[in-house]
């Protein structure tokens, strides 16, 4: 009894501290000019796409700005970017991406460094 009880305390606090690590929240969605959902299928060298970045702060308080938040792309090019918008704790930024090279596999990285750490997401796309 007393070794369920211990268990159960212990993935309790793993569950509670593992949230609070990952602080930050990226989603990734590929959405066409109108700004719709794009099924991500398989692209090729040349391809532009659009790349709706959301952010949402999982933590109360958050000290560093969103626009502190830095995307290197790997096997694809940055043509353009809107400027964060905010609403109800969540931020969205659109990137246009032109896919550079097909023969690795295509990532954006979108990071962010803050005083609880570095948070890193990746997004790949299909080869």
């Keep these: ?17 593992s ?8 989603t990734f969605t590929i ?3 109108k700004g719709n959902k794009v099924e991500n299928k398989k692209y090729k060298k040349g391809d532009v796409i659009i790349l709706q970045i959301d952010y949402q702060n999982t933590h109360r308080r958050c000290d560093l ?14 043509l353009s970017a809107t400027k964060w918008t905010t609403s109800n704790n969540k931020s969205t930024k659109k990137l246009k991406l032109k896919i550079t090279d097909n023969k690795k596999t295509a990532s954006l990285v979108a990071t962010r460094t ?14």
């Design 1 to 17: 009894m007393k070794r369920t009880f211990f268990v159960g305390i212990f993935f309790t606090l793993f569950f509670l501290l």
């Design 65 to 78: 700005p969103i626009e502190k938040t830095q995307f290197n792309g790997n096997g694809l090019k940055i």
């Design 114 to 127: 803050c005083d609880r750490g570095k948070q890193m997401q990746t997004y790949t796309l299909k080869k």
């Design 31 to 33: 959405v066409d000019s």
């Design 19 to 26: 949230t609070l690590v990952f602080a930050c929240s990226f």
